[in-house]
């Protein structure tokens, strides 16, 4: 396993479009190496999310997972540990939520992205396997921006506008309602 260089926004990288893979692939040595080492990359940064372009491979794959600590606020729910391959999102339902994110791509910053509510994705898994799940609130939002990055898209490109854009350290000295530290994603 290896931890992995992290592409920061400027990197062309980041705004190419990803290639999806077909199952073949995705139970190569390749990509199953990837996969490691990009879980092991995630919790090197401590990020809730990571997608493939952010080290540099331009293939449809992210993953993500967080398990809160004891002092993170109930807000940050888990989020189970995931490995998607060629994610589709359907938006379940039309409620939107605007909150707080951050990317490992745009260090140190932190704004407000509204996001749907409720999502069903569609993806492969890791074993190749064709898997559907339904996610809700902060699991939604991280999946939402992870295949956001499989399109070349950006959190700030998300934002309705830019007022809420906040250093790290200033959001936890001054964001209303939250102490805590928003993982990066
Ligand atoms: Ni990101």
Redesign the pocket.
């Given at each position: 396993m290896s931890i992995l260089k992290v592409a920061r926004m400027g990197h062309p990288v980041l705004r190419t479009r990803t290639r999806p893979l077909d199952v073949g692939e995705v139970k190569s040595a390749r990509i199953q190496q990837l996969i490691d080492d990009m879980f092991e990359t995630m919790a090197e940064y401590e990020g809730v999310?990571?997608?493939a372009p952010?080290v540099h491979q331009s293939v449809r794959l992210f993953v993500a997972g967080f398990t809160p600590g004891p002092d993170d606020d109930a807000e940050h729910e888990r989020v189970p540990l995931m490995a998607l391959i060629n994610p589709e999102i359907t938006i379940e339902a039309p409620e939107i939520i605007e909150d707080w994110e951050?990317?490992?791509?745009?260090p140190d910053i932190r704004g407000k992205v509204p996001r749907a509510r409720q999502i069903v994705v569609r993806a492969l898994d890791r074993r190749g396997k064709r898997v559907e799940l339904v996610a809700k609130g902060f699991t939604a939002r991280v999946i939402q921006?992870?295949t956001d990055?499989l399109d070349g898209v950006?959190?700030f490109d998300r934002m309705k506008d830019f007022q809420s854009l906040t250093f790290l350290e200033e959001f936890s000295r001054y964001a209303s309602g939250r102490s805590e530290v928003v993982p990066?994603?």
């Open positions: 999310g990571l997608a952010q951050g990317c490992l791509s745009i921006h992870e990055h950006l959190f990066a994603e």
